[in-house]
């Protein structure tokens, strides 16, 4: 290939310098989205260069990181500070230019850039995602940490009481938590259930990827319609964990394009105050959980006193342990406990921490 | 309950800044490599200093509004300041918050080590400093009582000579 400086080549880039404003009117240079291929060889930086102004200009959130990201992916790395400096000013292949071209716009359609590649990064696992099942939050890492520690206090650190141990996770989209658990815990079994069908389907893609499958149950049910369905699968869990969709529904239309364009709604939309999902996962809690089995629920930074007043009133099996603050010091978590079933002539039956 | 209080929230960025996090749990690796196996490698990680979380103020850029489902950002930079020193590790070297916030940790125990030995040092060479200092002092008056005692002798002899 001839090697010209970038600059020679930039009337080809685009539409907007190329055609006049005058005759064709802005909404014609708008049709005309897609950046063009680059005639000259460039390379890695120009690329992203070239891409990170391309999102600029289009008003796509995270110009930079989006076209790192994705050039990163391209190299068969995570970062783009883990591939090799020198690799970044050679020339592209033909092939590499057109696969950046190609990802990179759909980035500027914004879609997420997980949906571009395809995939991310969950604590230590890397996941395959895919639209429009809902993408893992950054947030919910720490829900596993949460549980991960509990876990660790109630029976030690991996003993035989282990392979007692079950979770259930409610909505578990690409199967971040379940897995991510399962991962760190070897002797733990999981139960994951999801409403949509391309979530299941994900999870168990991932299940399998990730050699974790003999330990997860995966099964397809909405709790709100079917609630019993799941009470079937599980009656003696030692953990129920959910990020359940959480968001206020008149909040939804407020949402990024990445998420209202792109990501399932049902997996974010949990009504008029956003606690439908969490109120009837609360309900079937102590159907589900052991004695002294604990449910994890990421929230809503306005739910946790919420949680505990309707609880206290509404769900007397469990007690309220504890609210627990996101990296950003949010109120995000609530820790809640079953209590202790007691029979007895004297007492009858009646509830004990 | 949690102990972390919101410090400082910026409005337009709404950055909000954490004291302390004792979510952070060991159970991830988070430097894979030299430093976590004791017998390789030059620093075994026992040397280092330990962190005191009540000493470390956290940040991690999540916008303004509520972040959780709310957000979806691929942005995972985490800074971590030591207060007490000023000493501030940024990390951003995984796609995964909860690992950067971990090596963020590790990166700060190698340089609160450098900074301590730094002080050690220092404080070696002012004690060096001081200890020759006084041998000095102690070596000129030595010198000067020499030198009265000789300008006695000298006024005595010249005396008894004349």
């Known amino acids: 290939m001839w090697r010209r400086s970038l600059g020679a080549g930039c009337r080809l880039f685009g539409c907007r310098s190329a055609v006049p404003q005058g005759i064709w009117g802005s909404s014609a240079v708008r049709a005309c989205s897609a950046p063009v291929l680059p005639a000259l060889s460039i390379t890695a930086l120009q690329a992203m260069d070239s891409w990170r102004k391309h999102f600029e200009e289009r008003g796509v959130p995270e110009p930079e990181e989006s076209s790192h990201y994705i050039m990163a992916h391209l190299f068969g790395a995570k970062t783009i500070q883990s591939v090799e400096q020198g690799k970044l000013t050679e020339f592209l292949s033909r092939e590499e230019t057109e696969q950046m071209w190609k990802l990179c716009t759909r980035r500027l359609s914004r879609m997420p850039v997980q949906y571009v590649i395809e995939e991310w990064d969950f604590r230590d696992l890397t996941l395959k995602m895919r639209p429009p099942v809902f993408i893992p939050r950054p947030e919910t890492e720490e829900l596993v940490e949460l549980v991960l520690t509990d876990l660790e206090t109630m029976c030690g650190t991996e003993d035989a009481l282990d392979a007692l141990h079950t979770c259930v996770e409610v909505g578990c989209g690409s199967g971040a938590i379940s897995l991510s658990l399962l991962r760190s815990r070897p002797q733990l079994k999981a139960i994951a259930v999801d409403q949509s069908q391309q979530a299941v389907d994900l999870t168990r893609e991932n299940a399998l990827r990730l050699g974790l499958q003999d330990r997860l149950q995966i099964h397809h049910i909405d709790v709100m319609k079917d609630p019993e369905a799941a009470l079937s699968l599980c009656t003696r869990a030692s953990a129920l964990v959910s990020n359940p969709p959480y968001l206020f529904s008149e909040d939804m239309s407020k949402l990024e394009p990445e998420i209202l364009r792109f990501e399932d709604p049902s997996a974010l939309d949990g009504g008029e105050d956003g606690l439908n999902v969490i109120k009837q996962i609360l309900t079937m809690a102590p159907k589900i959980l052991s004695d002294h089995g604990r449910a994890y629920l990421e929230v809503d930074p306005r739910h946790p006193s919420l949680i505990q007043q309707w609880v206290e009133v509404n769900v007397k099996e469990l007690r309220y342990v504890e609210t627990r603050h996101d990296i950003t010091g949010r109120p995000r978590f609530c820790i809640l406990q079953k209590r202790e079933l007691i029979q007895g002539p004297r007492v009858g039956s009646g509830l004990r921490n | 309950m949690s102990r972390l209080v919101p410090l400082i929230t910026s409005v337009c960025r709404g950055v909000l800044w954490r004291r302390g996090c004792p979510g952070v749990s060991p159970s991830l690796n988070p430097l894979p490599g030299l430093t976590w196996v004791p017998a390789a490698g030059k620093k075994d990680l026992v040397d280092l200093p330990v962190l005191d979380e009540d000493e470390l103020e956290e940040q991690f850029v999540r916008g303004s509004g509520p972040g959780g489902q709310a957000t979806n950002k691929t942005s995972n930079c985490v800074v971590l300041k030591h ?61 000067n009582l020499e030198r009265k005692r000789l300008f006695k002798e000298a006024l005595v002899t010249e005396s008894t000579h004349e």
Not at chain 2, 107 to 134: F, T
């Open chain 2, 83 to 143: 207060v007490p020193t000023g000493i501030v590790v940024k990390c951003h070297q995984t796609r995964s918050v909860e690992i950067n916030r971990k090596r963020a940790r590790g990166i700060m125990r190698e340089k609160l080590d450098v900074a301590y030995k730094g002080e050690l040092s220092e404080l070696i060479v002012k004690k060096k400093e001081s200890v020759h200092k006084k041998q000095e002092k102690k070596k000129k008056a030595h010198e």
